[in-house]
């Protein structure tokens, strides 16, 4: 059948899809509705289980409906499937690069999977290259490029026959600030060849880059339209609050209790508060300023208002945690620091060969406090973290963790930390309580201690309806319940988060951080590393890495004002971040 050129990039009609059978099947989509316009960048937004992924592969044509139908250009998904990879490029969450490949050869394997002429590969090869900017790099391993890099030869394998409908399922998570940028670029720039794309994401700051935006939720349309749309009923509402009575975390923690607030998060030396109505309900020694509303405020609000809704394992209802049966909404005075800091590193290096990853780094981590380690791919942050976790020995330099010297003594120390890995690292043909049971062993927790520990787990992260399910067939939200839950399992007085939220919706993210700051309440030193620029607000001090050196280190406020300058007086934290960074390395690209 001829497909008609005023046919929308993608269309589907009353559209659902399940997964599994009986009382444990998930519903992925219900009766969808959408249409996502030509020639425009479309977001596509929703909390963990929403049916992102899979809408994304339905229009992919690499999944059926179960019912209603699904259209790319026109093209009917089932019955002329064979006929929609010639119009679509498609990036999945984890592409499928070849790690012993170089660049090039990764490039023409996708390019013969792909059917691309041999005559048209050279032209396309070096267009792309030059596009991404990995035409220096084209004979390196995949396997050993940074991960905005990865994330980049992904791309463009993804865009080689030149589509006319670009899926991108969360092509950003993991990558640090400036490489989601140079992505967007790229993203933004396909509208010039009249590429449409659709592209789900788990940053809602990236909404700015998007005509058209679409909102998901258990499923289903919650909303749809520009981000402005989402915006302009939440003008009025949306303020800066301050306050000399209350440091940030307990203002945080007081708002976020007081009836009529939708929203509250630490930004910047206030909390960034969304009303449920007007007027704000302020308290003597506060301080309101009105502020403009962002598209994650509307998100965030969105979604609050339909938590009443019945929950389901696909997305689990974000209500108030406890850690250590202490009520996180409860402000609790951070206890004194204890004299010995919890870390400590000195002169710290590891080399690879003639590369040194890391050079001669130093900072210490105190007691009860939350300490974060930034820096863009390639850093040498999570060499430095592998280092702290007892994971990779250092080559020269001083480690103490916990009071025991990581260069001989690192088992020892291990029983006193807790580690929550970047990638989900728990055993996913494991059930949720087989692993609890697993990580309760290894631990050495015995006898009513043991069982306890498991008991707070289930009640503590609210996975008592989930036990029996594998930990590969979880929701990220409940993937990362899970994670902490083992982390925290034998009472470490330390605990490593290496990119804990990554690919986690705002909810999820906004619960973890209530936890994070009640461990901390109660005297556990945490280290964080983190690509979302807004949960550097949530450390106490930080230190910036870059090209394996520490660029700059201090308090939140003290980084940022590090980077003020006469163009922006009062950067936020992801504008610090790329600021120093690029001046950093341009500064190296200077020196003899």
């Known amino acids: 059948m001829p497909v008609a050129d005023t046919a929308p990039a993608l269309l589907v009609r009353g559209a659902s899809k399940s997964f599994g059978r009986g009382a444990g099947a998930v519903q992925a989509l219900r009766e969808l509705d959408l249409s996502i316009p030509r020639g425009v960048v479309s977001g596509l937004f929703g909390p963990d289980g929403a049916g992102k992924t899979t809408l994304l592969r339905l229009a992919a044509a690499l999944l059926r409906p179960d019912a209603g139908e699904v259209r790319v250009f026109g093209l009917h998904s089932v019955d002329q499937a064979h006929a929609i990879p010639e119009s679509i490029g498609y990036m999945p969450q984890r592409f499928g690069l070849y790690d012993e490949l170089s660049v090039q050869e990764n490039l023409e394997l996708y390019a013969d999977l792909q059917g691309l002429a041999h005559a048209a590969r050279a032209a396309r090869f070096a267009d792309l290259l030059r596009l991404t900017a990995l035409a220096p790099f084209g004979g390196r391993r995949a396997g050993a490029l940074s991960g905005g890099m990865r994330q980049k030869l992904g791309l463009a394998c993804a865009l080689l026959r030149q589509p006319r409908l670009l899926l991108l399922d969360e092509p950003t998570v993991g990558v640090d600030p400036i490489s989601r940028r140079e992505l967007w670029d790229i993203i933004v720039g396909m509208r010039r060849h009249g590429t ?3 592209v789900s994401t788990a940053y809602l700051d990236e909404a700015q880059w998007c005509q058209h935006i679409v909102l998901l939720q258990q499923g289903r349309v919650l909303a749809q339209g520009a981000a402005a749309d989402f915006q302009a009923p939440l003008r009025g509402r949306c303020h800066m609050v301050r306050s000399s009575a209350l440091g940030r975390r307990q203002l945080q923690l007081a708002l976020q209790r007081r009836p009529g607030v939708a929203d509250a998060l630490l930004q910047g030396e206030g909390v960034r508060v969304v009303l449920d109505a007007l007027p704000p309900p302020a308290q003597p020694g506060e301080t309101w300023e009105p502020r403009e509303p962002l598209f994650e405020d509307a998100f965030v609000v969105a979604l609050r208002r339909r938590q009443a809704a019945p929950a389901t394992v696909a997305a689990p209802a974000a209500a108030p945690p406890r850690a250590f049966g202490v009520d996180a909404t409860t402000p609790a005075p951070a206890p004194a620091p204890a004299p010995a800091p919890v ?35 390639g850093a040498g942050k999570s060499t430095t973290f592998r280092m702290l976790c007892g994971l990779l020995a250092p080559s020269a330099g001083s ?18 930390i807790g580690y929550v890995a ?6 996913g043909n494991l059930s949720v309580a087989q692993n609890l049971q697993f990580f309760a062993s290894a631990y050495a927790l015995r006898g009513a201690e043991r069982r ?7 009640d503590e992260f609210e996975l008592g309806a989930v036990t029996r399910s594998n930990a590969s067939e979880l929701a990220q939200g409940y993937r990362q319940r899970l994670a902490l839950a083992c982390a925290l399992m034998h009472h470490p007085q330390v605990l490593f988060l290496d990119e804990p939220t990554s690919g986690v919706d705002p909810l999820a993210r906004r619960e973890f951080w209530q936890r994070i700051n009640a461990l901390a309440a109660q005297g556990v030193s945490v280290l964080v590393t ?13 230190v910036l890495m870059s090209q394996g050196e520490i660029l700059a280190s201090g308090t939140p406020r003290e980084i940022r004002q590090l980077a003020r300058t006469a163009q922006q007086p009062e950067p936020d934290m992801a504008q610090a971040f790329v600021g120093l960074v690029q001046a950093h390395e341009a500064a190296l690209r200077r020196a003899p």
């Not at 480690?399 to 006193?416: I, N």
């Not at 970047?422 to 055993?427: D, G, P, T, V």
């Not at 983190?530 to 930080?542: K, S």
């Open 196 to 198: 449409s794309v659709l």
């Open 343 to 377: 870390i400590e590193v000195h002169g710290l290096r590891r080399s690879f060969g003639a590369f040194v990853a890391v050079r001669d780094i130093g900072f210490e981590v105190r007691r009860g406090e939350v300490f974060g380690l930034l820096g863009a791919n």
């Open 399 to 416: 480690l103490r963790v916990a009071g025991e010297d990581m260069r001989h003594a690192s088992m020892q120390a291990r029983r006193r």
């Open 422 to 427: 970047q990638r989900f690292a728990l055993y």
């Open 452 to 458: 306890q520990r498991l008991q707070w787990a289930c």
């Open 530 to 542: 983190t690509h979302f620029m807004d949960e550097a607000e949530y450390c106490d001090r930080l």
